[in-house]
């Protein structure tokens, strides 16, 4: 065996990283010594879900290297330390921490930087730019002392960065130098629609800017000059005016590179030294430098193929296809976005009343797609995409792929994903076709999205594709004859829906001993909450019983909804949001006693928060007394029943709707179920109370009341459709038992009404058949259940107060009434909240 | 995000905690020991108790006896009550990351009293 040879890598960035897993796909570390040099103080993250780290993604979330890759497979890589020169001559390379390493390759992966433009003042404190960890961290950091900021470049990143300073609580502005926004990815039109989108969301966008000079005062901006002579006040910029190559090595070590920067490379990723490849964002192919990572992943693949002496392959350009959602809206740009092939016709369809703009470009003889931009609403990017990817002849309609499905129609009759030919890319980010997707499917027997994605890594980058591999595995396993599984978890191999008719029949009372007749193991915390969940909506035993409370996640645990620092919030129920003045009092008098910080939430009740362990049922104890019940904020349960005043006060009131809200609040508090379940009661067609945004909503009507079903706000909101019009107040609740209970009987775990339903074959036909019609001959014992509940019912923390033995649990440690040292207050706006890393060390060395 | 671990090797004194009836079959509780704060669990079928560091690195919070006990592929482990990271209760080892570990302690049970070895 010859001895092995050096390959470095430079850079441990997503591309690089992609070079180094692929490498080791290939077996190619047996041949190699692979050396990476990371300059960051963290291994590769995923740099395209950088804004996640605002959203409460940690470093580790983020972080794309599967622990114990580099380890297992004899990576050596030195993090935080950065290559300061090659040396050709020796074939060596030196690094920052004076590390100097032999090289027969190098695969220089360094990325880019962002460019910041020359003007007056970029360097003042509160300039900052969007890249890495450090740069997210700086910035929200120095965000807390601001009111107001601005970001400089309107394109895909300067949006992103936007949308940072807007959720970091800024007054946030967007300056572009063109007359537009996205320059690059989409056309006046589209730009003005989402210019307008923008602007609703109350972001001030400033185009056709270019800035000549910061002001500061005493080390802080106050504004920004514009060379029309105008000026925006700010307290801080964000910089994303493009990106420029790290070409700084390749420069030092006198490789060609391009007269605005980039490494030069030719097809293999070769640079102008044969021992020395490029690949990423830090690469120029004829003249052009690729700033997404899907270009940059091909050129990983195509490197690795090189080195592994496998199939010969090589990088001849990339497609800059690209789907975003920015600000919440959707954008998507694809193939020849501009029309600029000779003949090309246009469709478009700009509707500026729901914000959409959509656009196709198709060839001369109108029958290939080549390209288009979408932006508002970007859901038939995949199939579009696919279209021109596999010139795909159109429909003679085509303008139908851009319509919206219409009620009760199924959206647009695209291509099903059987008719796209095996060649097909599937996920652009990693470079993924259908065959290989299906051929791992079949191969490997998967059966869920998440081993596809482990397997194939199709769907790991931006997401985009993963309905379309979703679409796929089903059809597969279609194919394949097996029924979709959707096994619990590892200890439970039946579906939550088989799971609770087992428990109901063989009437399981305990999680032991369900998981000693159909399960395995011991247990984890998706079964145990879940299995506790049935348990509840099946037998209405307290939660605190001994035989559940290990089951419950810490909310149900301690009745309270865990907060960041450890401590919780209560929640007191609100019936249909009527509270009385004296109610209010104690409240306010709880809050002042325990120190409490207080918020009305948008549930119409008041939340507490802040409350430590020991205090929760003393707290609880104050307000059982005053007349106060859990408002099972922590369950999956029953939250809340809206109400408008309706016809007691309000002129268009039509019906007593608050009345309403508070009976079937008090009617189905504390029902577990699934998933939250949430409710509301208008008391006219003006909707006040948002009802048709629920699981279950009324609205009332001349003649009595209409109900709707399935609805929900949140992550993804979804209106409630219609399950029966003109109802008296008998029928609607007799409707809303048997709707509740068949859902809590049937739906997955952590599956709201609207997702269910959405699955449910026959859609809302099904479900009147069912409900109202009896189709199933169910209804009786559908009843029945919720009768029994209904009268079961016991406020939780009344229980709990009541019973010494539960209230022992309360206290922060089992062997010192001390409550949690670690926990540090600030004061804001007249009430505290939870300090801050950094103040807490400020905190704690006084 | 490395965390040092406490190598407690050699115990010296075993500090008395609770009584064994005082932590309920698969849950854990917290105990303050020489100003350290030790999440510990009892795992039944066997009586099983195990300690390890409540500081959750993840949230930054002292949570993780509050968390959920279970077992993945048979090691019995606890799932942060924050954001549901699990670590083994054998090892500290933090099983959804590989860089992250936290301290664990020496425990035992002498007259149904449970009792923290430090050194
Ligand atoms: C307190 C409150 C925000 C506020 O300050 O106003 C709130 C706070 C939380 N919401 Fe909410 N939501 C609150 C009203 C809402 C609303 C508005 C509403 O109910 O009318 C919505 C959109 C409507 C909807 O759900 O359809 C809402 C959609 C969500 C979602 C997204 C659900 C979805 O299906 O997409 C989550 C996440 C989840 O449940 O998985 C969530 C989860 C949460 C959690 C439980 C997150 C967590 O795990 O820490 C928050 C903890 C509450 C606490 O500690 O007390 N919250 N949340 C509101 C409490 C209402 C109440 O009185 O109970
Ligand atoms: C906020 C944001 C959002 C994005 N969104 C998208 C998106 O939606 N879709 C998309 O396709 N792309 C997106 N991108 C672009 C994508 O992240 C990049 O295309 C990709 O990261 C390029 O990978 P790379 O490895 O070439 O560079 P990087 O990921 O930047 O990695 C280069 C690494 O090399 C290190 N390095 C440089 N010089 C040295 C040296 N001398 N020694 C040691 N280390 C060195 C750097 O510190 C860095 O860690 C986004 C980028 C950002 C910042
Ligand atoms: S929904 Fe109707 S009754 Fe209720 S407040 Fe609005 S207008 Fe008045
Ligand atoms: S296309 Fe981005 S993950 Fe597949």
Same mark, same amino acid.
Request: charged fraction near 25%; hydrophobic fraction near 35%; charge should be negative.
């Given at each position: 065996?010859?001895?092995?040879?050096?390959?470095?890598?430079?850079?441990?960035?997503?591309?690089?990283?992609?070079?180094?897993?692929?490498?080791?796909?290939?077996?190619?570390?047996?041949?190699?010594?692979?050396?990476?040099?990371?300059?960051?103080?963290?291994?590769?993250?995923?740099?395209?879900?950088?804004?996640?780290?605002?959203?409460?993604?940690?470093?580790?979330?983020?972080?794309?290297?599967?622990?114990?890759?580099?380890?297992?497979?004899?990576?050596?890589?030195?993090?935080?330390?950065?290559?300061?020169?090659?040396?050709?001559?020796?074939?060596?390379?030196?690094?920052?921490?004076?590390?100097?390493?032999?090289?027969?390759?190098?695969?220089?992966?360094? +990325?880019?930087?962002?460019?910041?433009?020359?003007?007056?003042?970029?360097?003042?404190?509160?300039?900052?730019?969007? $890249?890495?960890?450090?740069?997210?961290?700086?910035?929200?950091?120095?965000?807390?002392?601001?009111?107001?900021?601005?970001?400089?470049?309107?394109?895909?990143?300067?949006?992103?960065?936007?949308?940072?300073?807007?959720?970091?609580?800024?007054?946030?502005?967007?300056?572009?130098?063109?007359?537009?926004?996205?320059? /690059?990815?989409?056309?006046?039109?589209?730009?003005?629609?989402?210019? %307008?989108?923008?602007?609703?969301?109350?972001?001030?966008?400033?185009?056709?800017?270019?800035?000549?000079?910061?002001?500061?005062?005493?080390?802080?901006?106050?504004?920004?000059?514009?060379?029309?002579? %105008?000026?925006?006040?700010?307290?801080?910029?964000?910089?994303?005016?493009?990106?420029?190559?790290? #070409?700084?090595?390749?420069?030092?070590?006198?490789?060609?590179?391009?007269?605005?920067?980039?490494? /030069?490379?030719?097809?293999?990723?070769?640079?102008?030294?044969?021992?020395?490849?490029?690949?990423?964002?830090?690469?120029? @192919?004829?003249?052009?430098? @690729?700033?997404?990572?899907?270009?940059?992943?091909?050129?990983?693949?195509?490197?690795?193929?090189?080195?592994?002496?496998?199939?010969?392959?090589?990088?001849?350009?990339?497609?800059? *296809?690209?789907?975003?959602?920015?600000?919440?809206?959707?954008?998507?740009?694809?193939?020849?976005?501009?029309?600029?092939?000779?003949?090309?016709?246009?469709?478009?369809?700009?509707?500026?009343?729901?914000?959409? !703009?959509?656009?196709?470009?198709?060839?001369?003889?109108?029958?290939?797609?080549?390209?288009?931009?979408?932006?508002?609403?970007? *859901?038939?990017?995949?199939?579009?995409?696919?279209?021109?990817?596999?010139?795909?002849?159109?429909?003679?309609?085509?303008?139908?792929?851009?319509?919206?499905?219409?009620?009760?129609?199924? %959206?647009?009759?695209?291509?099903?994903?059987?008719?796209?030919?095996?060649?097909?890319?599937?996920?652009?980010?990693?470079?993924?076709?259908?065959?290989?997707?299906?051929?791992?499917? $079949?191969?490997?027997?998967?059966?869920?999205?998440?081993?596809?994605?482990?397997?194939?890594?199709?769907?790991?980058?931006?997401?985009?594709?993963?309905?379309?591999?979703?679409?796929?595995?089903?059809?597969?396993?279609?194919?394949?004859?097996?029924?979709?599984?959707?096994?619990?978890?590892?200890?439970?191999?039946?579906?939550?829906?088989?799971? !609770?008719?087992?428990?109901?029949?063989?009437?399981?009372?305990?999680?032991?001993?369900?998981?000693?007749?159909?399960?395995?193991?011991?247990?984890?915390?998706?079964?145990?909450?879940?299995?506790?969940?049935?348990?509840? *909506?099946?037998?209405?035993?307290?939660?605190?019983?001994?035989?559940?409370?290990?089951?419950?996640?810490?909310?149900?645990?301690?009745?309270?909804?865990?907060?960041?620092?450890?401590?919780?919030?209560?929640?007191?129920?609100?019936?249909?949001?009527?509270?009385?003045?004296?109610?209010?009092?104690?409240?306010?008098?709880?809050?002042?006693?325990?120190?409490?910080?207080?918020?009305?939430? +948008?549930?119409? $009740?008041?939340?507490?928060?802040?409350?430590?362990?020991?205090?929760?049922?003393?707290?609880?104890?104050?307000?059982?007394?005053?007349?106060?019940?859990?408002?099972?904020?922590?369950?999956?349960?029953?939250?809340?029943?809206?109400?408008?005043?309706?016809?007691?006060?309000?002129?268009?009131?039509?019906?007593?709707?608050?009345?309403?809200?508070?009976?079937?609040?008090?009617?189905?508090?504390?029902?577990?179920?699934?998933?939250?379940?949430?409710?509301?009661?208008?008391?006219?067609?003006?909707?006040?109370?948002?009802?048709?945004?629920?699981?279950?909503?009324?609205?009332?009507?001349?003649?009595?009341?209409?109900?709707?079903?399935?609805?929900?706000?949140?992550?993804?909101?979804?209106?409630? /459709?219609?399950?029966?019009?003109?109802?008296?107040?008998?029928?609607?609740?007799? !409707?809303?038992?048997?709707?509740?209970?068949?859902?809590?009987?049937?739906?997955?775990?952590?599956?709201?009404?609207?997702?269910?339903?959405?699955?449910?074959?026959?859609?809302?036909?099904?479900?009147?058949?069912?409900?109202?019609?009896?189709?199933?001959?169910?209804?009786?014992?559908?009843?029945?259940?919720?009768?029994?509940?209904?009268?079961?019912?016991?406020?939780?923390?009344?229980?709990?107060?009541? *019973?010494?033995?539960?209230?022992?649990?309360?206290?922060?440690?089992?062997?010192? #009434?001390?409550?949690?040292?670690?926990?540090?207050?600030?004061?804001?706006?007249?009430?505290? $909240?939870?300090?801050?890393?950094?103040?807490?060390?400020?905190?704690? %060395?006084? | 995000?490395?965390?040092? &671990?406490?190598?407690?090797?050699?115990?010296?004194?075993?500090?008395?905690?609770?009584?064994?009836?005082?932590? &309920?079959?698969?849950?854990?509780?917290?105990? &303050?020991?020489?100003?350290?704060?030790?999440?510990?669990?009892?795992?039944?079928?066997?009586?099983?108790?195990?300690?390890?560091?409540?500081?959750?690195?993840?949230?930054?919070?002292?949570? &993780?006896?509050?968390?959920?006990?279970?077992?993945?592929?048979?090691?019995?482990?606890?799932?942060?009550?924050?954001?549901?990271?699990?670590?083994?209760?054998?090892?500290?080892?933090?099983?959804?990351?590989?860089?992250?570990?936290?301290?664990?302690?020496?425990?035992?049970?002498?007259?149904?009293?449970?009792?923290?070895?430090?050194?």
């Amino acid at each position: 065996m010859t001895a092995k040879k050096n390959l470095v890598v430079i850079g441990n960035g997503m591309v690089g990283h992609k070079f180094l897993e692929q490498m080791i796909a290939k077996g190619a570390n047996q041949n190699w010594n692979l050396i990476t040099f990371c300059e960051e103080p963290r291994v590769a993250y995923d740099r395209v879900n950088l804004s996640g780290f605002f959203a409460g993604k940690t470093a580790a979330d983020l972080s794309l290297v599967e622990p114990g890759l580099y380890q297992e497979n004899g990576i050596q890589i030195y993090i935080g330390d950065r290559v300061v020169e090659i040396n050709r001559e020796d074939k060596t390379v030196l690094s920052a921490n004076g590390v100097t390493v032999n090289y027969d390759k190098i695969v220089l992966a360094t +990325g880019s930087y962002p460019f910041v433009p020359p003007i007056k003042g970029k360097d003042v404190p509160g300039t900052f730019v969007y $890249r890495t960890i450090e740069d997210l961290e700086a910035m929200s950091a120095y965000a807390k002392t601001c009111k107001t900021g601005v970001v400089i470049g309107g394109g895909l990143l300067g949006l992103e960065a936007a949308n940072a300073l807007k959720n970091l609580g800024l007054d946030t502005h967007v300056v572009e130098f063109a007359p537009r926004l996205m320059p /690059v990815q989409i056309d006046d039109a589209g730009g003005s629609i989402l210019r %307008s989108k923008i602007e609703e969301l109350g972001l001030g966008v400033h185009t056709s800017k270019s800035t000549t000079e910061i002001v500061s005062e005493n080390d802080k901006i106050v504004k920004m000059l514009f060379a029309d002579g %105008s000026e925006l006040p700010t307290d801080m910029i964000v910089f994303s005016a493009g990106i420029r190559p790290r #070409d700084e090595l390749a420069k030092q070590c006198g490789l060609a590179v391009g007269e605005r920067g980039g490494i /030069v490379i030719n097809e293999s990723c070769q640079t102008s030294d044969s021992n020395i490849y490029a690949i990423g964002e830090c690469a120029l @192919y004829q003249n052009r430098i @690729y700033g997404l990572v899907a270009p940059g992943y091909t050129m990983a693949g195509v490197v690795a193929d090189i080195l592994s002496e496998g199939t010969p392959s090589s990088f001849t350009g990339a497609d800059m *296809s690209t789907k975003l959602k920015l600000l919440g809206v959707d954008v998507a740009s694809f193939g020849d976005n501009f029309g600029k092939t000779p003949g090309a016709k246009e469709i478009a369809i700009a509707d500026t009343i729901n914000g959409t !703009y959509k656009k196709l470009v198709l060839s001369a003889d109108g029958k290939l797609l080549l390209g288009g931009i979408l932006v508002g609403d970007a *859901s038939a990017y995949g199939t579009l995409l696919q279209f021109v990817q596999n010139q795909i002849t159109l429909p003679p309609y085509p303008e139908d792929l851009l319509l919206p499905p219409r009620e009760g129609k199924p %959206s647009t009759p695209a291509m099903g994903v059987e008719n796209l030919p095996d060649t097909a890319q599937i996920c652009s980010c990693n470079n993924v076709s259908k065959g290989q997707i299906c051929n791992a499917i $079949r191969e490997n027997q998967l059966v869920d999205v998440p081993s596809v994605k482990k397997c194939t890594k199709a769907g790991t980058g931006c997401g985009g594709c993963v309905p379309l591999v979703t679409d796929l595995l089903k059809s597969e396993m279609k194919k394949a004859g097996i029924e979709v599984k959707n096994h619990l978890c590892e200890h439970f191999p039946h579906s939550r829906q088989e799971l !609770y008719h087992l428990l109901r029949v063989n009437r399981i009372k305990t999680f032991d001993e369900l998981i000693q007749k159909l399960g395995k193991g011991t247990g984890c915390e998706i079964c145990k909450p879940a299995v506790a969940s049935m348990l509840a *909506s099946t037998w209405n035993e307290h939660v605190l019983e001994t035989s559940h409370v290990k089951l419950q996640d810490t909310n149900d645990y301690f009745l309270a909804n865990i907060q960041k620092d450890g401590t919780y919030s209560v929640v007191p129920r609100v019936p249909g949001g009527e509270i009385t003045p004296e109610q209010l009092i104690v409240l306010g008098e709880v809050a002042k006693e325990f120190g409490l910080y207080t918020k009305i939430t +948008g549930g119409q $009740r008041i939340d507490l928060f802040g409350a430590r362990v020991d205090q929760l049922p003393l707290i609880w104890r104050r307000l059982v007394d005053a007349g106060f019940e859990s408002g099972h904020a922590y369950g999956k349960a029953l939250r809340t029943v809206k109400s408008c005043v309706g016809s007691t006060w309000c002129r268009f009131g039509v019906q007593d709707s608050t009345s309403l809200a508070i009976e079937i609040e008090l009617r189905y508090r504390g029902l577990r179920s699934p998933h939250k379940l949430k409710s509301a009661v208008s008391g006219c067609t003006r909707e006040c109370a948002e009802a048709q945004g629920k699981d279950f909503g009324i609205i009332a009507t001349e003649n009595g009341w209409n109900l709707y079903v399935c609805g929900n706000g949140g992550m993804k909101p979804q209106h409630a /459709v219609l399950l029966a019009a003109d109802i008296d107040k008998e029928t609607l609740i007799k !409707y809303l038992d048997r709707f509740l209970v068949f859902y809590i009987r049937t739906a997955d775990r952590l599956e709201r009404t609207a997702t269910w339903f959405n699955k449910l074959e026959g859609g809302i036909e099904y479900l009147k058949q069912v409900i109202v019609e009896d189709s199933l001959g169910i209804c009786a014992e559908l009843e029945a259940q919720m009768e029994h509940l209904v009268k079961t019912y016991q406020c939780e923390w009344k229980a709990t107060i009541e *019973s010494p033995e539960k209230m022992k649990r309360f206290r922060h440690f089992v062997n010192s #009434d001390k409550p949690d040292p670690s926990l540090v207050y600030v004061e804001e706006r007249g009430q505290k $909240r939870p300090a801050t890393e950094a103040e807490k060390s400020l905190v704690i %060395s006084q | 995000m490395i965390q040092t &671990l406490t190598v407690r090797e050699n115990v010296t004194t075993w500090v008395d905690v609770c009584h064994l009836s005082d932590i &309920l079959p698969n849950t854990g509780v917290c105990a &303050l020991i020489e100003g350290e704060q030790v999440a510990i669990f009892r795992i039944e079928p066997g009586t099983d108790i195990y300690a390890i560091g409540n500081y959750d690195p993840f949230s930054k919070a002292y949570v &993780l006896s509050r968390g959920i006990v279970g077992d993945r592929n048979g090691i019995p482990k606890v799932a942060s009550p924050i954001y549901k990271q699990n670590f083994s209760l054998l090892t500290g080892q933090c099983l959804d990351d590989e860089t992250v570990k936290v301290p664990t302690y020496k425990v035992r049970v002498v007259d149904d009293r449970v009792q923290v070895g430090m050194g």
